[in-house]
Structures are given as structure tokens and as C-alpha cells.
Nanobody
């Protein structure tokens, strides 16, 4: 079992930055691929990014490729999402997730999900 807890959300003005954190706990949590998703009101959950267990492989959705950066610290059992140049359309609940495969995450599937953290970007 892996538990995931997100933090770092909040209210920010357009053009600003936020860094989200996802603290993982549980057995062998460092061996999982970790990903970030978001869900805006009335919309489907959207894949954002995935990172391998070593941190050496990352992949991003086109919508955030040039603005968001995913990283992880296995020493701290934490994965991060640095979000820059935020736009009002980035407003959503952001979730982290863990899965044994990166393909699962890219396709919206995960073994474990966090509870989410709200990000609101004002214009």
C-alpha cells in the first residue's frame, strides 16, 4: 500500500509560479513511477507529467511541456511539480499518483491516488 499526500496548492496570479509536493509513504514507494494530473470543474481528469523511479525519465503533456517541471527526491519520498507562467486555465485540483508503469499513468490509470490540492490562478 502506498499513501500519497499533496501540498503546495493555493491562489496565485496569472504569470506566477507554484511548486506542488507529493509525499509518499508505504512499502517500496520509491520504486513506482509517479505522475501528476489535474481536474478542472466540469472537465475530465487530465494527465500532466510522469517521472521514473530514478528520475531519469520524464514525460509531459503538450499543454504543460514548456511550463511545468516534474522532479523527485527518493531520499525524501517526495515528488514535485514546479509550475511556472501559470494561466487562469491552469485552475484545477491537482493530484499525484503512483503506478508500476509509466504507460498506466500516461493513459490515466494508477494504482494509487492522492486526495488532491486546489490550484487557483487569477487573471
Amino acid at each position: 500500500q502506498v499513501q500519497l499526500v499533496e501540498s503546495g496548492g493555493g491562489l496565485v496570479q496569472a504569470g506566477g509560479s507554484l511548486r506542488l509536493s507529493c509525499a509518499a509513504s508505504g512499502r517500496t514507494s520509491s520504486s513506482y513511477y509517479m505522475g501528476w494530473f489535474r481536474q478542472a470543474p466540469g472537465k475530465e481528469r487530465e494527465f500532466l507529467s510522469v517521472i521514473s523511479w530514478s528520475g531519469g525519465i520524464t514525460y509531459y503533456a503538450d499543454s504543460v511541456n514548456d511550463r511545468f517541471i516534474i522532479s523527485r527526491s527518493n531520499d525524501k519520498n517526495t515528488v514535485y511539480l514546479q509550475m511556472n507562467s501559470l494561466k487562469p486555465e491552469d485552475t484545477a485540483v491537482y493530484y499525484c499518483a503512483a503506478d508500476r508503469t509509466n504507460c498506466g499513468l500516461v493513459n490515466g490509470r494508477a494504482d494509487y491516488w492522492g486526495q488532491g490540492t486546489q490550484v487557483t490562478v487569477s487573471s
